[in-house]
Protein backbone atom coordinates (compact mmCIF):
# COMPACT_ATOMS: atom_id res chain seq x y z
CA UNK A 1 0.00 0.00 0.00
CA UNK A 2 1.47 3.49 -0.83
CA UNK A 3 0.79 6.11 1.24
CA UNK A 4 1.80 9.47 0.20
CA UNK A 5 2.45 12.42 2.53
CA UNK A 6 2.15 16.17 2.64
CA UNK A 7 3.43 19.34 4.76
CA UNK A 8 0.84 21.69 5.80
CA UNK A 9 1.17 24.67 7.00
CA UNK A 10 1.06 23.63 10.45
CA UNK A 11 4.81 22.36 10.81
CA UNK A 12 3.47 19.84 13.81
CA UNK A 13 1.25 18.59 11.61
CA UNK A 14 1.73 16.12 8.60
CA UNK A 15 -1.06 14.87 5.61
CA UNK A 16 -1.16 11.23 4.72
CA UNK A 17 -2.87 10.10 2.19
CA UNK A 18 -3.41 6.27 2.07
CA UNK A 19 -5.20 6.81 -1.58
CA UNK A 20 -8.62 5.40 -0.26
CA UNK A 21 -11.79 6.99 1.18
CA UNK A 22 -10.93 7.49 5.01
CA UNK A 23 -13.99 9.01 6.66
CA UNK A 24 -17.20 9.41 4.61
CA UNK A 25 -19.41 12.49 5.02
CA UNK A 26 -18.01 14.86 7.92
CA UNK A 27 -14.50 14.35 8.97
CA UNK A 28 -13.19 12.70 12.55
CA UNK A 29 -11.44 14.51 14.95
CA UNK A 30 -9.26 12.89 18.13
CA UNK A 31 -7.97 15.86 20.44
CA UNK A 32 -6.58 13.39 22.93
CA UNK A 33 -6.10 9.61 23.39
CA UNK A 34 -9.26 9.36 25.73
CA UNK A 35 -11.27 10.94 22.63
CA UNK A 36 -9.61 8.04 20.78
CA UNK A 37 -11.22 4.92 22.35
CA UNK A 38 -13.90 4.24 19.68
CA UNK A 39 -11.18 4.26 16.80
CA UNK A 40 -8.55 1.60 16.58
CA UNK A 41 -6.44 3.44 13.98
CA UNK A 42 -6.54 6.77 16.23
CA UNK A 43 -5.91 4.83 19.47
CA UNK A 44 -2.84 3.01 17.17
CA UNK A 45 -1.51 6.10 16.06
CA UNK A 46 -1.61 7.73 19.88
CA UNK A 47 -0.06 4.93 20.96
CA UNK A 48 3.07 5.91 19.59
CA UNK A 49 3.71 8.14 22.12
CA UNK A 50 4.44 11.25 20.41
CA UNK A 51 1.38 12.21 18.50
CA UNK A 52 -0.68 15.17 20.33
CA UNK A 53 -4.05 15.14 17.73
CA UNK A 54 -5.87 12.91 14.98
CA UNK A 55 -7.81 13.86 12.20
CA UNK A 56 -9.79 11.57 9.69
CA UNK A 57 -10.43 13.53 6.68
CA UNK A 58 -12.51 12.15 3.25
CA UNK A 59 -9.46 10.64 2.09
CA UNK A 60 -6.52 12.04 3.94
CA UNK A 61 -5.54 11.57 7.72
CA UNK A 62 -3.85 14.55 9.58
CA UNK A 63 -1.63 13.78 11.99
CA UNK A 64 -0.18 16.56 14.98
CA UNK A 65 3.06 15.78 16.95
CA UNK A 66 3.28 16.81 20.54
CA UNK A 67 5.38 19.47 21.41
CA UNK A 68 9.23 18.33 21.86
CA UNK A 69 8.44 15.45 20.49
CA UNK A 70 10.79 13.16 18.08
CA UNK A 71 11.56 15.10 14.22
CA UNK A 72 8.83 13.89 11.49
CA UNK A 73 11.26 11.83 9.85
CA UNK A 74 11.78 9.42 12.11
CA UNK A 75 7.76 9.64 13.98
CA UNK A 76 6.50 9.98 9.78
CA UNK A 77 7.93 6.21 9.54
CA UNK A 78 5.73 5.05 13.09
CA UNK A 79 2.94 6.63 11.54
CA UNK A 80 2.93 4.99 8.23
CA UNK A 81 3.36 1.65 9.95
CA UNK A 82 0.46 2.45 11.89
CA UNK A 83 -1.50 3.23 9.14
CA UNK A 84 -0.26 0.34 6.71
CA UNK A 85 -1.60 -2.31 9.61
CA UNK A 86 -4.59 -0.54 10.00
CA UNK A 87 -5.80 -0.65 6.42
CA UNK A 88 -4.79 -4.21 6.05
CA UNK A 89 -6.33 -5.41 8.38
CA UNK A 90 -9.51 -4.72 7.61
CA UNK A 91 -10.39 -3.25 10.72
CA UNK A 92 -13.28 -0.81 11.00
CA UNK A 93 -12.18 2.95 11.40
CA UNK A 94 -14.58 3.78 14.34
CA UNK A 95 -16.24 1.23 16.37
CA UNK A 96 -19.48 3.65 16.29
CA UNK A 97 -21.23 6.44 14.86
CA UNK A 98 -20.01 9.58 15.24
CA UNK A 99 -22.73 12.08 17.03
CA UNK A 100 -23.19 14.86 14.98
CA UNK A 101 -22.48 18.23 17.56
CA UNK A 102 -25.53 20.52 17.49
CA UNK A 103 -25.85 23.44 15.83
CA UNK A 104 -27.28 26.59 16.86
CA UNK A 105 -29.57 28.78 14.78
CA UNK A 106 -33.00 31.61 14.51
CA UNK A 107 -34.96 29.80 12.45
CA UNK A 108 -35.27 33.57 11.34
CA UNK A 109 -32.10 33.28 9.46
CA UNK A 110 -32.56 30.00 7.53
CA UNK A 111 -31.74 31.67 4.35
CA UNK A 112 -28.58 33.17 5.81
CA UNK A 113 -27.49 29.93 6.99
CA UNK A 114 -28.34 27.96 3.87
CA UNK A 115 -26.00 30.67 2.09
CA UNK A 116 -23.04 30.43 4.70
CA UNK A 117 -23.09 26.52 4.58
CA UNK A 118 -22.59 26.55 1.19
CA UNK A 119 -19.92 28.88 0.88
CA UNK A 120 -18.07 26.89 3.34
CA UNK A 121 -18.80 23.57 1.46
CA UNK A 122 -18.07 24.76 -1.90
CA UNK A 123 -15.55 27.18 -1.47
CA UNK A 124 -13.49 27.09 1.90
CA UNK A 125 -14.01 23.74 2.86
CA UNK A 126 -11.97 22.17 -0.12
CA UNK A 127 -9.14 24.57 0.43
CA UNK A 128 -8.41 24.08 3.82
CA UNK A 129 -8.98 20.47 3.19
CA UNK A 130 -6.08 20.57 0.75
CA UNK A 131 -4.12 21.83 3.91
CA UNK A 132 -4.77 18.13 5.98
CA UNK A 133 -7.76 20.14 7.99
CA UNK A 134 -11.58 20.70 8.25
CA UNK A 135 -13.69 23.61 9.15
CA UNK A 136 -17.16 22.87 10.58
CA UNK A 137 -20.36 25.07 10.88
CA UNK A 138 -21.38 25.29 14.47
CA UNK A 139 -23.56 28.33 14.19
CA UNK A 140 -24.75 31.67 13.28
CA UNK A 141 -26.53 34.15 15.96
CA UNK A 142 -26.66 38.19 15.70
CA UNK A 143 -24.22 38.49 12.59
CA UNK A 144 -21.46 36.10 14.08
CA UNK A 145 -20.49 32.83 11.93
CA UNK A 146 -19.23 30.55 14.86
CA UNK A 147 -17.08 27.52 13.03
CA UNK A 148 -14.91 24.64 14.51
CA UNK A 149 -11.40 24.21 13.72
CA UNK A 150 -10.08 20.56 12.79
CA UNK A 151 -7.45 18.70 12.13
CA UNK A 152 -4.03 20.57 10.88
CA UNK A 153 -6.48 23.58 11.43
CA UNK A 154 -6.75 23.34 15.08
CA UNK A 155 -3.47 24.73 17.08
CA UNK A 156 -2.22 25.97 13.36
CA UNK A 157 -0.06 29.25 13.96
CA UNK A 158 -1.72 30.91 11.20
CA UNK A 159 -5.63 29.70 11.71
CA UNK A 160 -6.32 32.93 13.12
CA UNK A 161 -5.21 34.38 9.84
CA UNK A 162 -7.17 31.73 7.92
CA UNK A 163 -10.33 32.36 9.93
CA UNK A 164 -10.45 35.98 10.39
CA UNK A 165 -8.18 37.17 7.05
CA UNK A 166 -9.78 34.79 4.72
CA UNK A 167 -12.91 33.23 5.61
CA UNK A 168 -14.37 36.28 7.72
CA UNK A 169 -13.91 38.16 4.83
CA UNK A 170 -15.32 35.94 2.50
CA UNK A 171 -18.65 35.18 4.53
CA UNK A 172 -18.70 39.02 4.95
CA UNK A 173 -18.44 39.39 1.09
CA UNK A 174 -21.04 37.02 0.04
CA UNK A 175 -23.15 37.43 2.82
CA UNK A 176 -23.55 41.09 4.07
CA UNK A 177 -25.75 39.69 7.44
CA UNK A 178 -22.03 38.24 8.90
CA UNK A 179 -20.46 40.66 10.58
CA UNK A 180 -17.48 38.27 12.52
CA UNK A 181 -17.00 34.59 12.46
CA UNK A 182 -15.44 33.22 16.07
CA UNK A 183 -14.11 29.73 16.43
CA UNK A 184 -15.50 27.50 19.17
Known amino acids: ?12 TLKFLPGREVSPGEGVDFASPEDAERSPLARALF ?12 DFISV ?15 VLGALVDHFASGAPLLLGEEAEAETFD ?3 DAEIVTQI ?8 RPAVANDGGDIVYRGFQKGIVFLHM ?6 CPS ?16 VPEVTEVRAV
Open 1 to 12: MLIETEQTPNPA
Open 47 to 58: ALGDVERVYFGP
Open 64 to 78: TKAPGSADWPLLKLD
Open 106 to 108: DPA
Open 117 to 124: RDLLDTRI
Open 150 to 155: RGSCAG
Open 159 to 174: STATLKGGIENLLRYY
